[in-house]
C-alpha cells in the first residue's frame, strides 16, 4: 500500500486502499471501453460483457444465480433497498417473502408490518427502520447484552405472525463482534417449514403472514467469514466494494429469487428494475476483481490467521501495557481484523488526534457516524456509559498492515493515553 512517510494505517474497518491489481482491471473501462452498459451498440456491449462478469464473479462467491445479484452504489443503498424495499412490497403486494402473494392479502390491506433488528446495526439500518416506524410500521430493537451478540432465542420470540423482515448485520462495525447469522437462518426456516405444515387447514394468507424476510449486512464479514448464503440462510445480503480493496461507490444486494422487492429509485430498467440509473460499469469491474482476489485469499487462509496473530498480539499488548483498559465485544466471537478499546479517563477523539500526530490513524467508531458527538450507540448496547463510550477508540488491521505497524502503535499508544490522563487529572 502507498504510505506517507512514517504512515501506519489502521482504520481498515472504515475503508481499504485499492488493490493494485483492481485499478489494473478497471482501467480500460475508464478510457477504451467507456460506453454505457444498456446502449446497444459495440462499445455499449462491451461493458454490458464486463457487468456480466463482474455479476458471476459476486455470485460465485456468494453461491447463487448471476441474476440475484443487484449492483449498487454501496452498502447503504443496499441496505436501505433491502429494507425499505420489503417493506413497500408489503403495502403493494402483501407479505414480500413469496412471488405469488395475491395483491391486497389481508395483511397488506391492514398496512401494518412487522420488523425485527438489533440495537446495535449500522446507522443505515437503524435509520431506515425508524423512518418505517413513523409510517406505522412496527419495529422490534433487540438486545445484544454485554458481549455484543444477539441470542438467537431472542430472535425467535419477537417473531410475530405480521413480522415480515429480520435485518441482523453478521459483523458490527464498531466492535467487530460476529452475529449467529445461520443459526438464526436456520430458525427462519424452521419457522416457514412449520408454517407449512400448519397451514394443511388454513388458509394461503396466513401461511403469508408468518414468513419474514431475512436480511444481512454482510459488509464488515466478507473480507473473513462465510458469505453462502444457502448455507447462511438467507434472502438478502448486501456488500459494499471499498471494504474488499475494490473502488469506493459501488456495492451490491443479494435478493434471492422470489424475495419481492419494490424500488425505491424510478427510472429506467437496469439492474432487472430494482435499481434504476446509468450502472458505474468500470466499478462494478472493480468490484469483481476484488471479490476475485478476494476468494482466492481466503482459500489459502494464511491472511486471516496473520491478521488474526497480529490483532492478538496488539489486543495483549494494550491490556498488559496500559492500566484501566477493556476489550469491547465478546473475545472470541469477533471478527479476525478488529479491535476496539476502552481508555479510562481518556477521551477517545483527543487520544485519536494525538495518534494521528504520530502518523497512525485509527478510529473512534462508525466513519458514518464520526461528525456525531453522541456516545456510540453500539457501546451504549453493550451497557457502557457515556463517558466510558466516549473513551474508546476502534483499531482495524488489513491486508497491507504489518508487524512492525503493531509495534509502532504499542511504542506510542501508552505514552498518549498517560498524556492524556494527566491533562483529565488536572
Do not use: W
Not at 485499478?23 to 455499449?44: C, D, Q, R, V, W
Not at 455470485?59 to 433491502?82: Q, R
Not at 390491506?109 to 446495526?121: P, S
Not at 428494475?273 to 487462509?301: C, D, M, S, Y
Amino acid at each position: 500500500m502507498p504510505k506517507r512517510k512514517s504512515q501506519v494505517y489502521l482504520d481498515y474497518a472504515a475503508t481499504t486502499p485499492v488493490d493494485p491489481r483492481v485499478i489494473e482491471a478497471m482501467e480500460p473501462y475508464l478510457f477504451e471501453k467507456f460506453g454505457n452498459a444498456s446502449s446497444l451498440h459495440t462499445i455499449g456491449q462491451e461493458s454490458a460483457k464486463a457487468v456480466d462478469r463482474a455479476r458471476n464473479q459476486v455470485a460465485k462467491f456468494l453461491d447463487c444465480k448471476p441474476m440475484e445479484v443487484i449492483f449498487t452504489s454501496g452498502a447503504t443503498e443496499a441496505n436501505n433497498t433491502a429494507i425499505k424495499g420489503v417493506a413497500y412490497a408489503l403495502k403493494k403486494y402483501g407479505n414480500p417473502s413469496a412471488s405469488s402473494s395475491p395483491r391486497g392479502s389481508r395483511l397488506s390491506r391492514a398496512g401494518q408490518g412487522h420488523i425485527i433488528t438489533t440495537k446495535i446495526e449500522h446507522p443505515c439500518v437503524l435509520e431506515s427502520c425508524r423512518y418505517l416506524e413513523k409510517q406505522g410500521f412496527k419495529i422490534t430493537y433487540l438486545p445484544v447484552y454485554k458481549n455484543g451478540v444477539v441470542k438467537v432465542s431472542d430472535v425467535k420470540k419477537a417473531i410475530t405472525k405480521k413480522t415480515i423482515l429480520i435485518s441482523i448485520m453478521y459483523v458490527n462495525n464498531e466492535i467487530g463482534t460476529i452475529q449467529p447469522i445461520a443459526e438464526i437462518g436456520k430458525l427462519i426456516k424452521d419457522i416457514k417449514s412449520q408454517t407449512t405444515k400448519y397451514s394443511s387447514n388454513s388458509s394461503r394468507q396466513a401461511v403469508q403472514a408468518i414468513k419474514p424476510v431475512f436480511h444481512v449486512d454482510a459488509t464488515q464479514a466478507i473480507n473473513y467469514l462465510d458469505c453462502n448464503v444457502n448455507r447462511l440462510g438467507v434472502d438478502l445480503m448486501s456488500l459494499s466494494a471499498h471494504k474488499i480493496y475494490g473502488p469506493k461507490g459501488v456495492g451490491a444486494l443479494y435478493v434471492r429469487k422470489g424475495t419481492q422487492i419494490e424500488p425505491f429509485v424510478h427510472g429506467g430498467h437496469q439492474e432487472y428494475g430494482v435499481r434504476a440509473g446509468t450502472i458505474n460499469h468500470p466499478g462494478i469491474v472493480g468490484f469483481g476483481k476484488a471479490i476475485e482476489i478476494l476468494q482466492e485469499t481466503r482459500n489459502k487462509k494464511q491472511e486471516t490467521r496473520r491478521i488474526e496473530e497480529l490483532r492478538d498480539d496488539l489486543i495483549k499488548g494494550i491490556l498488559l501495557s496500559i492500566p484501566g483498559t477493556r476489550l469491547n465485544g465478546d473475545k472470541k466471537m469477533r471478527v479476525a481484523n478488529n479491535i476496539n478499546i476502552s481508555f479510562d479517563n481518556v477521551e477517545g477523539e483527543s487520544l485519536l488526534i494525538l495518534l494521528d500526530f504520530k502518523g497512525i490513524a485509527v478510529s473512534t467508531g462508525s466513519a458514518c457516524a464520526s461528525g456525531s458527538l453522541e456516545p456510540s450507540h453500539v457501546l451504549m448496547a453493550l451497557g457502557r456509559g457515556p463517558l466510558e463510550a466516549h473513551g474508546s477508540i476502534r483499531i482495524t488491521l488489513g491486508r497491507f498492515t504489518r508487524e512492525s505497524d503493531i509495534k509502532k502503535l504499542l511504542a506510542v499508544l501508552p505514552k498518549a493515553v498517560e498524556k492524556l490522563k494527566k491533562i483529565s487529572m488536572g
